[in-house]
């Protein structure tokens, strides 16, 4: 395989689930990496057949909100069951879309307009509301904001589906203002809050009982209201026109351009991306009307963003889905409840983290401080060694065979570790770090290996795991 740049390889790690040698060959046919982003960024042309296929291994994620709430009811289900099979299929995909640029995406939006997928009054529409998030990932702001604001998803999180003019809640005019569109910077007031949260009222969810959603024109607020500039007279019953109307203000605001671009740079830049960029890409937001191919495009133009290269450290799932993706694993089918396709979750969970299990609507968080921990390192050391020997899970899955992995023999053992290197962290190493793999496998550097039995699977799993403990691959 040929070693890609750094460049190539930053652009590929920022902009996929994990970088493989497949994805290194699919940009280079592509005509390098800038026309592989740009190829990425209309995923509606790129064929994803096998990926999808894999959405009906689990039913749960078909059902209308109806079914699922009568399948709970008969005890066929359970809302965590719901809520992990959106969890194993999204990890899924992102181990084997072939739109990795739209899963970053996906993922990067879940988290901003973040909704617990075990959250009692909105897990039957989670699965839909993520729908939602992935066909809007890569167009506007503006109508994914909308969509987002007034999905029943949202409305039952933050409580907007029993808020009515006579008995008001807060949450979502809150939530609205401070974490989805302009911040605390945005300097709103109470006052404003409260009308924020008239604004939105009219759209209910019949939780817990027939879960049916729909807008009610006797619960919608009326009267003038005020936020942030935004001023209407709200004299009709039916308010979804002038919601909408607000949602889009807030979207254009100043103040919400520099909060996305703030939350973009960080998620792709870096932990404390300067200040240049983060105006840079908020500049682009505004002036493309909230177009978020265009934004992404200012940002890797950026200099800051070439000069970002290992700068973020991976999250849980990050680390799992990377490690899927590299290690050339085969799901099938799951029948059992140990099969890969239904404990695929499980190793993330034991970093602490899952899909969609962040308790707040801030959404998981995404610095290194949160994700360095002695215990987070361990759990992913232990997930590397069990993934590299095939040790667990067993079953529903099919491991790359050990002896694959090596170049033409005879060769150095030197030679092995570089040629495994450049497939697993697509690099040369240094020769600190090919040291440090010889002694996890117990052997010389110099060493000649004239059949693959001189190594054997157990030292081979060994120099994979010790490749994926490395910070070359913690860090994207």
């Known amino acids: 395989m040929k070693t890609p740049s750094t460049q190539t390889r930053h ?29 990425q960024l209309r995923p509606l042309q790129i064929p994803d057949g096998a990926a999808a296929e894999m959405r009906a291994w689990y039913p749960n994620l078909s059902q209308s909100p109806q079914e699922l709430w009568a399948a709970v009811k008969s005890g066929q289900t359970t809302i965590t069951n719901v809520s992990l099979d959106l969890a194993r299929w999204t990890m899924l995909q992102r181990t084997y879309s072939k739109r990795q640029l739209l899963e970053v995406m996906t993922g990067f939006w879940s988290d901003f307009l973040h909704i617990p997928s075990t959250d ?15 066909a809007n990932a890569l167009g506007s702001f503006e109508a994914l904001l909308v969509a987002a604001v007034t999905h029943p998803a ?6 907007n589906a029993r808020s009515t003019r006579v008995k008001l809640n807060e949450n979502l005019g809150r939530e609205l203002l401070e974490l989805y569109s302009v911040g605390l910077e ?20 019949d939780l817990f009982k027939t879960w ?48 996305v671009a703030q939350r973009l740079c960080a998620r792709l830049v870096s932990d404390q991306p300067s200040a240049a960029i983060v105006n840079a890409v908020a500049q682009s937001f505004r ?26 450290v991976r999250t849980p799932v990050e680390d799992v889905v990377a490690t899927y993706r590299v290690l050339g694993l085969q799901a099938h089918q799951p029948q059992a409840a140990s099969d890969f396709g239904n404990a695929i979750v499980f190793l993330s969970n034991c970093m602490g983290e899952r899909p969609f299990e962040w308790p707040r609507p801030d959404g998981p968080p995404d610095f290194a401080d949160a994700h360095t921990s002695a215990s987070r390192m361990l ?4 997930a590397h060694n069990s993934l590299s020997g095939g040790y667990t899970p067993k079953s529903g899955v099919t491991y790359r065979a050990a002896e694959s992995w090596m170049p033409l023999l005879p060769a150095s053992v030197e030679e092995i570790i570089d040629h495994v290197a450049r497939r697993v962290l697509a690099r040369a190493l240094t020769l600190s770090l090919r040291n440090a793999v010889a002694v996890r496998m117990q052997m010389s550097l110099g060493t000649r290996i004239n059949s693959f039995s001189a190594i054997g699977p157990i030292r081979t799993a060994a120099m994979l795991a010790a490749l994926l403990d490395s910070p070359q691959h913690m860090t994207r």
């Open 11 to 39: 652009l590929l790690n920022r902009f996929s689930c994990g970088t493989t040698p497949g994805l290194v060959a699919e940009q280079a046919a592509a005509g390098g990496s800038a026309s592989w982003f740009e190829r």
């Open 287 to 312: 002036a493309s009307g909230t177009d978020i191919k265009a934004t992404l495009r200012t940002l890797v133009e950026h200099p800051d963003f070439a000069g970002s290269v290992a700068a973020k």
């Open 186 to 205: 945005g300097n709103y007031s109470e006052s404003e809050v409260v009308d924020s949260a008239r604004m939105l009222t009219g759209y209910r969810v």
């Open 379 to 382: 759990a992913s050391w232990t």
């Open 120 to 134: 009692a009054g909105s897990w039957p529409y989670r699965g839909r509301y993520d729908a939602m998030i992935r």
């Open 212 to 259: 049916k959603a729909s807008y009610r024109t006797e619960d919608h607020y009326t009267g003038p209201l005020r936020i942030l500039g935004f001023s209407s007279a709200n004299t009709d019953l039916d308010g979804r026109s002038e919601t909408v109307r607000y949602i889009k203000y807030l979207v254009h605001h100043q103040s919400t351009a520099a909060r």
């Open 154 to 159: 949202m409305g039952g999180y933050l409580d």
